[in-house]
């Protein structure tokens, strides 16, 4: 089954014990696909910084698998996020959020 996440609250204290990133370990844990997490409004804010335990544990989940994380480009600038350091990330808006309902079998808020 195709998962895609739309996140659009800010992370926990503890980013590692999100909600949204547990969410999407288990996805793949279940050898289910996850095609994309969409990170709109303060969910932008999940790639703010690297935590004691994994430098950008986003960044980290999607270098082993072939998720696609999209920022919403309008969130970015809202939020002023520097995407200097963000590797295996995208900009994207209604499109990619589409495109992620046509080829996901559910898309998963965590708001």
Same mark, same amino acid.
């Given at each position: 089954?195709?998962?895609?996440l739309f996140v659009d609250k800010a992370p926990d204290k503890n980013i590692?014990? /999100?909600?949204?990133?547990?969410t999407a370990r288990?996805?793949?844990a279940s050898k289910h696909n996850l095609y994309r997490v969409f990170?709109?409004?303060?969910g932008v804010l999940h790639h703010s910084e690297p935590t004691k335990v994994?430098?950008?544990p986003w960044q980290a989940l999607a270098s082993?698998? /072939?998720i696609d994380l999209c920022f919403c480009s309008a969130s970015v600038?809202?939020?002023?996020?520097s995407m200097a350091d963000h590797a295996n990330v995208s900009?994207?808006?209604?499109v990619q959020l589409l495109d992620a309902q046509v080829n996901s079998d559910r898309i998963v808020s965590l708001s």
């Open positions: 089954m195709n998962f895609s590692e014990q /999100s909600t949204a990133l547990l288990a996805i793949i990170f709109y409004s303060e994994a430098a950008y082993n698998s /072939s600038k809202k939020h002023q996020v900009l994207g808006g209604l």
